[in-house]
């Protein structure tokens, strides 16, 4: 147990629109309630015939009204690496068709004021990753409405990383993932890092 809470320090896990924090029964990392991150927005649970066993997917938050609408991050407590660390941050969108209206939306992904992705969202859940070096002590993932519905997000996540990794982000460039494939499994069993 000491070993899996030494390789979790500055990890920030949240699950947007849940009520409360929880450890994770499978991969037992830790989600806090997005409510200290942000002010806007309506709290959801996807319909019931789409619940996920990832529980995570199960609630969102959506931003029914403004614009651009932003998570605040700090990154300076809870030994994190801070201004000028390197982090993966990882948002996940899980539709389930919490409106009942069966339109999954399309929006913005911003990470401060850089375009990130455009959410292209559908009724199986959708993950951006990016490896960036912050600028400052906040890191903020914003969503942007474009007109093609309302945004949303389950969640959002942020692990520190080694400076030796990916040296190609830089403090003025950051990575996207285009795409991950899994050649070697004999099954669909999801392998995630505890």
């Excluded at 931003?63 to 932003?70: E, L, Q």
């Excluded at 990753?129 to 942020?158: D, F, H, Q």
């Amino acid at each position: 147990m000491v070993t899996q809470l030494l390789l979790r320090v500055g990890f920030i896990s949240i699950d947007c629109g849940c009520n409360e924090g929880y450890v994770d029964g499978t991969t037992t990392i830790e989600y806090k309630s997005d409510d200290q991150y942000i002010s806007t927005g309506e709290t959801h649970h996807v319909s019931p015939e789409y619940n996920q066993d990832w529980r995570a997917l199960q609630t969102l938050r959506s931003f029914p009204t403004g614009v651009r609408n932003c998570y605040d991050i700090d990154i300076s407590s809870g030994s994190g690496k801070g201004k000028g660390g390197k982090y993966l941050v990882r948002a996940v969108f899980y539709y389930g068709n919490y409106d009942g209206q069966n339109s999954p939306p399309e929006f913005d992904l911003y990470v401060g004021v850089n375009l990130w992705a455009v959410v292209e969202t559908r009724y199986n859940d959708t993950a951006f990753e990016l490896i960036m070096v912050a600028r400052t002590e906040t890191v903020s993932v914003c969503l942007v409405n474009t007109g093609k519905g309302t945004p949303y997000i389950s969640t959002i996540e942020l692990r520190p990383l080694s400076d030796a990794l990916y040296p190609a982000a830089t403090s003025n460039t950051s990575l996207t993932l285009q795409a991950r494939s899994n050649f070697a499994s004999a099954t669909e069993d999801v392998i995630r890092k505890r």
